[in-house]
């Protein structure tokens, strides 16, 4: 087994979020959780600890952070950020703690309709975003300030971001590997093993790629 690390989940509830934290513990890993409703993470596990909490109001996050490997954001409400940048006042609150405990590496999933630093949308994935997607344009602009700022302010940290393509809860439908310009539209548990592989690979540090489909 790989030595033991300490994984600090966030969104850990959510349905990307839930599979991640299995397979963590399925790996041998420690796993620290921060969860509105804890009684939604049907994983039960001695290596497991679940606090309970919101993003947007946490009085323990050097807490949290201390003695923490890996930090990992799966969050999203669609909702909440159509109205403010809640992950983005949660990222710019992060970043400090992980400083102040000296934590480096940081993986952040966002979704691939939402724009990288510095470049723009295909055309295609403009009119999917404008259209289809419209009404998701809240959570599309709070996933890019937080690329933004993790850009030009974080660099000191290992930070990575993933533009995933999530569709549904279904079976592993193969493995995702990382893509500048092509997206899949994966399942939950595949977008999981995706986060839980990138974390360890260190060329992903600095980049906000997308993630495809290997072909056999």
Excluded at 24 to 35: D, I, M, P, T
Aim: hydrophobic residues 40%.
């Amino acid at each position: 087994m790989n030595q033991q690390k300490t994984f600090l989940v966030f969104g850990a509830t959510g349905q990307t979020g839930q599979h991640f934290v299995s397979l963590a513990l399925k790996e041998g890993h420690k796993v620290r959780a921060l969860a509105r409703n804890p009684a939604k993470l049907a994983v039960k596990n001695p290596d497991l600890a679940v606090h309970q909490g919101s993003v947007t109001d946490i009085s323990n996050l050097d807490e949290l952070v201390q003695g923490a490997d890996f930090v990992v954001s799966m969050l999203g409400d669609a909702t909440l950020q159509n109205n403010a940048k809640i992950n983005t006042a949660f990222v710019q609150n992060l970043v400090p703690a992980m400083r102040r405990e000296g934590v480096k590496r940081f993986l952040y999933q966002a979704g691939g309709l939402s724009k990288q630093p510095g470049k723009p949308l295909s055309p295609a994935f403009w009119i999917i975003r404008n259209t289809l997607a419209r009404g998701y344009i809240g959570q599309h602009e709070d996933n890019e300030a937080v690329m933004e700022y993790l850009a030009k302010e974080a660099n000191d940290l290992e930070w990575m971001v993933h533009r995933a393509g999530i569709g549904s809860n279904g079976p592993s439908k193969g493995v995702l590997e990382r893509s500048a310009s092509k997206v899949s539209i994966a399942t939950f548990v595949d977008c999981a093993a995706y986060n839980y592989r990138t974390l360890m690979d260190t060329s992903a540090i600095h980049t906000c790629d997308m993630s495809c489909y290997r072909k056999d």
